[in-house]
């Protein structure tokens, strides 16, 4: 079975960094694009950035390029993504997500939330 | 980026009744292999979102026969043939051709 568990979420202030951790399990990690994806009540799902298998191709969402940089350990069959410059609408559930066969998505995690607040 | 837009944003049906959400993108979706990476995704409160179509009218594995996806280019559409008190929740297509990957606006669905 496929589980996909995120931790590093929290609240924290306008301007600061966190990153946010992915394990994977129940699949071959490294023969997998990841991503994660985010939601808001307000703007709903956004793919933020992905990743391919061997860290060699890098995608991000305009409204997060420069700021956020994602990377993986495949070893540790592990996602990251670090987060900087954090602004209040980068406040958002945040998935780890698995690539799947023809351009989509099936296994999702449960998300970590971060919200960015004085 | 490809931009997805959906319409209505809102559904309010009658048990029974059937359904329908328009998925239009800002470029035709066709990939340079032919295929057309449409997906549709369902989202019961609380839980993350579930697949239910993949490649424009594929439907996956354990979703129930009502939901039905079809289209092409850039003009997609997701029906329910006879909504159901389960199929609650918010409804979102995702083009997966090109990175990012990007979702429409989310479509909810409540029962009138």
């Known amino acids: 079975e496929v589980q996909l568990v995120e931790s590093g979420g929290g609240l924290v202030q306008p301007g600061w960094s966190v990153r946010l951790s992915c394990v994977a399990s129940g699949f071959k990690f490294d023969d997998y694009v990841m991503h994660w994806v985010r939601q808001t009540p307000g703007k709903g799902l956004e793919c933020v950035s992905s990743i391919s298998p061997r860290s060699d191709r890098f995608g991000y969402a305009d409204s997060v390029k420069g700021r956020f940089t994602i990377s993986r350990d495949n070893a540790k069959r592990s996602l990251y993504l670090q987060m900087s410059s954090l602004r209040a609408e980068d406040t958002a559930l945040y998935y780890c997500?698995?690539?799947?066969?023809?351009?989509?998505?099936?296994?999702w995690g449960q998300g970590t939330l971060v919200t960015v607040s004085s | 980026d490809v931009v997805m837009t959906q319409s209505p944003l809102f559904l309010s049906v009658t048990l029974g009744q059937p359904a329908s959400i328009s998925c239009r993108s800002s470029q035709r979706l066709v990939h340079s292999d032919g295929n057309t990476y449409l997906n549709w995704f369902q989202q019961r409160p609380g839980q993350s979102p579930r697949r239910l179509i993949y490649k424009v009218s594929n439907r996956d594995s354990g979703v129930p026969d009502r939901f039905s996806g079809s289209g092409s280019g850039s003009d997609f559409t997701l029906k329910i043939s006879r909504v159901e008190a389960e199929d609650v929740g918010l409804y979102y297509c995702?083009?997966?051709?090109?990175?990012?990957?990007?979702f429409g606006q989310g479509t909810k669905l409540e029962i009138k």
């Open positions: 995702m083009q997966g051709g090109q990175w990012p990957y990007t």
């Open positions: 997500v698995k690539d799947a066969p023809n351009g989509s998505i099936v296994h």
